[in-house]
């Protein structure tokens, strides 16, 4: 497995900001939006849907790693020649609504199909939140086993904040921070924490543990090119403050 030098970089000093666009945004426009954000706000990679012109348009636009996200391997094949540069599988947060559950034998199964068509790249698996805290850590743990190059948290969906302002965005983080601080713990390969994050929340994602995060609707959801660039920018910085080796929990 080769890693794309500039995310291993920010993975090795826990600094990684990635940008999601949705598994499900087929959208190129609003996808064209939130990757040139992430570039010009300083993010260390975006996530698309893998789809093979949103590759290529991506590619076009920046020069960020672009990963590609789907639960059906023969869709990141087609995403990966098209010029992805790493794949994952998951994130799930879209599919809930739906009523669509992922277990853990699915999310294994699905591992052990990927890895045997795309056996060299990088390859990050999300490990569903609706399981409790251990099947979290045993899952993480055989995903590794199983190929997996970073394991992804998430969470956001399953907590209902009943505060507003700082307290309420805490609220909504806890349950990807949980999973964060547990895996990371269990497991060698960098874990990003996402779902539910936010510019608050972001430097207590490293310091569960995660070597960074993933950010998806707080960027993909706003409206206006600057905002999405400015509401980069905020995570950047917020990740900029954390020195892990200084931190506990």
Known sequence: MTIHPALQNALDRAHTLKIISGLNNFNAERVAAVVKAADRGGATFVDIAADPNLVRMAKQLTRLPVCVSAVDPELLVAAVNAGADLIEIGNFDSFYAQGRRFEAVEVLALTHATRALLPTITLSVTVPHILPLDQQVHLAETLVKAGADIIQTEGGTSSAPAH????????????????????????????????????????????????GIGVGSAINQLNSEVAMVAAVRSLVEALATVNRAKVSV
């Open 164 to 211: 507003s302002g700082s307290l309420g965005l805490i609220e909504k983080a806890a349950p990807t921070l949980a999973a964060a601080y547990e895996i990371a713990r269990a497991i060698e390969i960098p874990v990003l924490c996402a779902s539910g994050l936010s510019s608050v929340t972001a430097p207590l994602a490293i310091a569960a543990g995660a070597s």
